[in-house]
């Protein structure tokens, strides 16, 4: 049996300078990377804190590839795609790690049974420590989109449609693929059995110098997928509800850095205009109905009290 032959599950991983969340999650996976039938993946986007170099001196274990400079989470999650040789890939964010022990027999176990199922999006507790209790009543459900950097995908499926929008840069690239997914009769799947601590202090986030581009690159993603996958008539009303729940939320309450990330990302919309015209791949009116019947993304998990 060959090398490749015997790995099953690839996990992958981008990263740009957060080595120490990284070696967090290299130390909170290691049971899993210890595996034969698994093989890592890093990107290393450019990374000027050493990252290459402790990779490289720790874990020769691990795939590592670099990117010369930063050209993006989406860019960097393509490149690992292409390299991917195993039936399933695995996608974890360099600061989470999974909770559950045996995750793999129950992502390999779903695939199995649901021969439809694309992408198995996992359970998410976001905050800086784990939770104190991993019970749920959840079951699975078919959903509308997945967590980009919690989530499993079967090869064959992605084999079957265009890779991410590396233009998008960040955000919007999973929403991009679960309809391109759809469109091919492919489905994706909540599994709640699988838990994973994403270690993020989501209310936090407001207040980081991030906080208007991460806006501003939300924004634009959700109004790029408008443009490219709604039915025309359909997105006048949808644009104009969005911008209106926007300055309702945010800038007339006074988040003047929300105004901003507004502007920025309409001029985006504008300048890459000709990009979503020439890319576009509507849903009929049909499929978006029945595209909106479905759950919408579970992302943030809460125990239940």
């Known amino acids: 049996m060959t090398e490749n032959q015997k790995h099953t599950f690839s996990i992958l991983i981008t ?9 967090i999650t290299l130390e909170k996976i290691q049971y899993l990377l210890n595996r034969e039938d698994v093989v ?3 990107c290393d986007d450019g990374s000027t804190d050493g990252t290459a170099l402790y990779l490289q001196t720790n874990c020769p274990e691990i795939h590592l590839i670099q990117n010369s400079k930063s050209y993006g989470l989406i860019y960097s999650r393509n490149r690992l795609l292409s390299m991917v040789t195993t039936d399933f890939a695995i996608s974890l964010d360099d600061d989470l790690h999974f909770i559950t022990q045996n995750p793999l027999e129950l992502i390999q176990d779903f695939f199995k049974y649901n021969q439809d199922a694309a992408v198995l999006s996992f359970r998410i507790f976001w905050n800086k ?12 459900v078919l959903m509308q989109s997945y967590a980009g950097g919690a989530h499993a995908f079967r090869m064959k499926a992605w084999s079957e449609i265009p890779n991410y929008p590396d233009w998008f840069i960040f955000y919007g690239e999973e929403n991009f693929a679960s309809y391109q997914l759809f469109k091919k009769n492919w489905r994706i799947y909540y599994l709640p059995e699988v838990l994973v601590n994403h270690r993020v202090d989501v209310k936090a986030r407001k207040n980081n110098d991030d906080y208007t581009i991460r806006l501003r690159r939300a924004l634009r993603s959700g109004w790029y997928l408008f443009f490219l ?9 949808k644009m104009a509800y969005s911008l209106w729940i926007q300055f309702k939320q945010k ?6 850095k929300a105004l901003k ?34 759950a919408e993304t579970k992302i943030y998990w809460q125990p239940e009290k």
Do not use: H
Request: overall charge positive.
């Open 229 to 237: 996958f709604y039915p025309l008539k359909t997105i006048p009303r």
């Open 261 to 294: 990330a507004i502007v920025l990302a309409l001029f985006d919309l504008l300048w890459n205009m000709p990009r979503i015209l020439k890319n576009a791949n509507r849903l009929t009116p049909i499929e978006y109905n029945k595209y909106n019947q479905l």
């Open 40 to 42: 890592c993946l890093i």
């Open 251 to 256: 800038v007339f309450k006074g988040d003047f």
């Open 15 to 23: 990263t740009k300078n957060r080595l120490t969340d990284l070696v």
């Open 129 to 140: 420590n784990e939770p104190t209790t991993i019970e749920t009543s959840e079951k699975s």
